[in-house]
C-alpha cells in the first residue's frame, strides 16, 4: 500500500510541472502570433537552455546567441545521423546571421544552393552575396518566409519564437531527405511462426519480412515509415490493440508484414534496420 501511495505521489508531482510547465509557456505565447505554431515538445528538447526552470529563460521576443542556436542545430542534425560542429561564440544572432548558418549547416550536409530563386524582398541590398544564396536555399524550402511578402529585415535580432521556428521547419525537411519509400505488399496471420526479421535482395528490390507475436488475434500492425539514421534505418511501427470490449480469444498469434524498397534508395549492404515501437504491445 505504501509503494503504490508512493507511485501515486510521483504521478501526480509530475503531472503537476507538465501542467504548469505548460501553463508558463501558454502564459508567455499568450495573444503572440507564433503561439500556433510553437511545437512545446520540440521547444523542450531541442533548446533545453530555454526550458530549465520551467521555461525561466523563455522570452517570446527575447535574443538568442549563435552558441545557443548552433547547439540546437547541431543536436537537430545528430538526431537525424549529420554531425556538424557544435561551436559558436555569445554573439546576439541577427535574421542575416540565422540565414548564413542555418545555409551553412544545410549545404554541408548536401542540400544545394538555389542561385536562380527570386526573392520578394526589397530590403537585402546590405546582405552579402553568400548570405544572400543560403537566403533563397531557406526561402524556397519555405523555412524563412519573411518579416512580410516584401520585407526580410536581414540586420533585426533573431527572436527565440523566430529560432525555434526556423529549425522546426528544418526537422520537417531533414525528415523528406531520410524518408524511405517503402511498398508493402502484405501481411499474414498465423499461430505458428516466430518473431524475426528477414532482409533479401531481389534484383533492384530489398524485401523486408518482420513477423511480430501477439497475444490475441485482436492485433493491427502496420510501418508508418522508415528513416535513415547515418548508417541505419529505423522502422517506425503502428500498433493497435484490439476494442477493450472485444471478445477474442486467447491464443498466441504470428503477423508477418512484408515491405518491399528499391534498393535505389538505401546505402550498399549490408542493411542495419532498427524496430521502433515492435515491442510496443499492451495486452486487454
Not at 505488399?185 to 528477414?198: A, D, K, T, Y
Amino acid at each position: 500500500m505504501k509503494r503504490f501511495l508512493s507511485f501515486l505521489m510521483v504521478l501526480v508531482l509530475l503531472f503537476s510541472f507538465t501542467t504548469n510547465t505548460y501553463a508558463t509557456i501558454a502564459e508567455k505565447l499568450q495573444n503572440h502570433w507564433a503561439d500556433s505554431l510553437i511545437s512545446r515538445s520540440f521547444m523542450a528538447y531541442y533548446f533545453p537552455y530555454l526550458a530549465r526552470d520551467n521555461f525561466a529563460q523563455f522570452d517570446p521576443k527575447g535574443t538568442i546567441t549563435e552558441q545557443n542556436y548552433v547547439l540546437s542545430i547541431a543536436s537537430l542534425f545528430k538526431d537525424y545521423g549529420y554531425e556538424t560542429s557544435s561551436m559558436g561564440s555569445n554573439n546576439i544572432l541577427t535574421r542575416e546571421d540565422m540565414a548564413y548558418l542555418l545555409g551553412t549547416k544545410l549545404t554541408e550536409i548536401g542540400i544545394n544552393r538555389d542561385k536562380d530563386i527570386e526573392l520578394p524582398f526589397r530590403d537585402i541590398n546590405t546582405m552579402s552575396s553568400d548570405s544572400l544564396e543560403f537566403l533563397k536555399l531557406l526561402y524556397n524550402r519555405m523555412i524563412v518566409v519573411g518579416d512580410s511578402e516584401s520585407s526580410f529585415s536581414p540586420k533585426r535580432e533573431l527572436s527565440q519564437v523566430e529560432a525555434i521556428i526556423t529549425l522546426q521547419r528544418v526537422k520537417e525537411v531533414l525528415e523528406d531527405m531520410n524518408t524511405i519509400a517503402f511498398n508493402t505488399l502484405g501481411i499474414v496471420q498465423s499461430h505458428n511462426n516466430q518473431e524475426e526479421l528477414i532482409i533479401k535482395e531481389e534484383g533492384p528490390k530489398v524485401l523486408l519480412t518482420i513477423t511480430k507475436e501477439f497475444p490475441t488475434p485482436g492485433y493491427t500492425m502496420t510501418v508508418d515509415k522508415i528513416m535513415k539514421e547515418g548508417k541505419n534505418y529505423r522502422i517506425y511501427f503502428n500498433i493497435t490493440p484490439p476494442k477493450a470490449d472485444s471478445i477474442l480469444p486467447q491464443v498466441i498469434t504470428y503477423k508477418t508484414l512484408t515491405l518491399e524498397i528499391d534498393k535505389s534508395s538505401l546505402s550498399n549492404a549490408p542493411y542495419n534496420f532498427i524496430l521502433d515501437g515492435y515491442n510496443s504491445v499492451v495486452s486487454r
